[in-house]
């Protein structure tokens, strides 16, 4: 083989290993960072994941808000009108969450099929409503008609 061509041949060699190590570990470091988006009725079917960061979102159910007495703990319920799922967080709500209200919930699915929350997100005014949340009910009204 000509010194030329054996030359060109590695190079090209580095470079598909190198950027295959490249795709390989950006790959790696986004796969613990994606947040896969739910409505209740995809998580009460079974096709959310247990124990990965999903979203959650829905309407917050009327009278489903128990607060703690003794911490920042709250659970609530979230729906789609199709199914609910409940929810458990540990902190500070947004003042802008309430019953009846859109709310996006980031966090992980248990066992018992309740979002183990890491982060609350409620809407930011009276017309904002989440557009995957939008999206869900959407699909119910179209089932149903």
């Known amino acids: 083989m000509h010194p030329v061509r054996k030359q ?3 190079i090209v ?8 190590v ?12 994606i947040n896969l988006f739910f409505p209740p009725s995809e998580i009460v079917a079974g096709k959310a ?6 979203r959650l979102g829905g309407m917050v159910v009327d009278g489903s808000l128990k607060r703690s007495t003794d911490s920042l703990r709250v659970e609530f ?7 609910t799922v409940g929810v458990v967080y540990e902190g500070i709500l947004p003042d802008l969450f309430g019953e009846g209200q859109g709310v996006v919930a980031a966090g992980k699915l248990d066992e018992s099929g309740v979002l183990q929350a890491t982060e609350v997100l409620a809407k930011h005014d ?16 179209e089932a149903e008609s």
């Open 77 to 83: 319920e979230v729906t789609d009108n199709r199914a």
């Open 126 to 141: 009276e017309n904002y409503m989440p557009p995957e949340v939008i999206e869900a009910m959407k699909e119910y009204q």
């Open 8 to 10: 060109r041949l590695l």
């Open 13 to 20: 060699c580095f470079i598909v290993v190198f950027s295959s």
């Open 22 to 33: 490249a795709a390989g570990l950006v790959t790696y470091g986004l796969r613990g960072n």
């Open 49 to 54: 994941p247990i124990g990965q960061n999903i």
